[in-house]
């Protein structure tokens, strides 16, 4: 009799397990895949063909083990005006931006979720202008007329509107204006050891790239020191549409928070030079806004700013 009721336990199962494949194969076909959208800038310094190759594989990931679907072939968007038109039209579900970006794109259609990805353990990022140690330059507008280094990586997305604000604040002109030279790099080596050597007069790096820098030659962190920092910002954001159906949101979500327990997150996060994925709220947010609220009301009152085109 004990045999018997196995089998039909065993049957019941079975017959369960079946009703919930079906019910997900069900819910799959009506759903819409999730179309994924990404900003260049977002991917600064990064090489393009890699960074869509990692992400195809990853949304297919998701695809498979989440049993939503999926377009596996991500939209890296050139220009801001296009990424919110197809953000208006609908066309994007899950988007990345950098901070400035996506600040723009929120006005455009409703999001859900802030995300963002993690280096030594944090989703902030903080920027430092470097010199030699023994370099006569005390403040940011002794650099009037220097050679300026800048890292162009995701990570570094708001250096450039920190150190324009910086300028700002001091009544100095745009960058642009202000320094003799500015030359971008998508190394971190490439930016720190010329002002090392003496071959040019400061550069604009993340804490964390000089940190790493200096680890591996010790010199270099005795021989630069800083001349003006950022507080700690969010670079990149990542959101999705608040319209979305519930099932595929909840599927991105658990999706993006166990990004680095799969070999296909894992291989995104180290392209980008990221440990994980987090989700960040409002708060965390709130330094970043700010900076970028300040940068728009410098830019509108810009006519009396020395140098102000």
């Not at 001091?170 to 930016?191: C, H, Q, W, Y």
């Not at 790239?209 to 003006?228: H, M, S």
Request: proline letters at 6%; aromatic letters at 6%; charged letters at 25%.
């Amino acid at each position: 009799m004990s045999r018997i009721r196995e089998i039909v336990y065993r049957a019941c199962a079975l017959a369960v397990g079946l009703l919930v494949a079906a019910a997900h194969a069900a819910v799959a076909q009506d759903l819409t895949p999730l179309r994924f959208g990404i900003s260049a800038p977002s991917i600064a310094g990064i090489n393009r063909t890699d960074a869509t190759a990692s992400l195809k594989v990853w949304i297919e990931t998701i695809g498979r083990e989440h049993q939503v679907p999926v377009d596996a072939n991500p939209r890296i968007i050139d220009r801001l005006e296009d990424f919110a038109a197809a953000l208006d039209r609908g066309e994007i579900d899950v988007l990345t931006a950098s901070a400035g970006e996506f600040l723009e794109l929120e006005r455009v259609a409703p999001l859900a979720s802030l995300f963002s990805t993690t280096a030594g353990g944090t989703a902030t990022e903080e920027y430092v202008v470097l010199v030699r140690a023994d370099s006569p330059h005390r403040d940011l507008a002794d650099l009037r007329g220097a050679r300026l280094l800048k890292l162009v990586h995701p990570s570094a997305s708001l250096a450039p509107i920190w150190l324009e604000v910086e300028l700002a604040r001091a009544n100095l002109p745009e960058p642009s204006g202000f320094f003799r030279d500015i030359v971008t790099e998508d190394k971190v080596n490439r930016v720190i050891l010329p002002v090392f050597f003496g071959r040019a007069d400061a550069c604009l790096v993340t804490r964390r790239g000089f940190a790493t820098v200096g680890e591996l030659n010790p010199q270099v962190a005795k021989q630069l020191r800083v001349l003006a920092s950022s507080p700690p910002l969010i670079p990149n954001i990542t959101s999705h549409r608040r319209d979305i159906p519930e099932t595929l949101a909840q599927a991105y979500r658990r999706a993006a928070l166990s990004l680095a327990d799969t070999p296909a997150g894992r291989q995104v996060l180290n392209l980008f030079q990221n440990d994980g994925f987090v989700e960040i709220s409002e708060q965390d947010l709130a330094p970043t806004r700010a900076l970028l609220a300040e940068r728009a009301r410098l830019s509108a009152g810009s006519d009396g700013r020395e140098g102000a085109p």
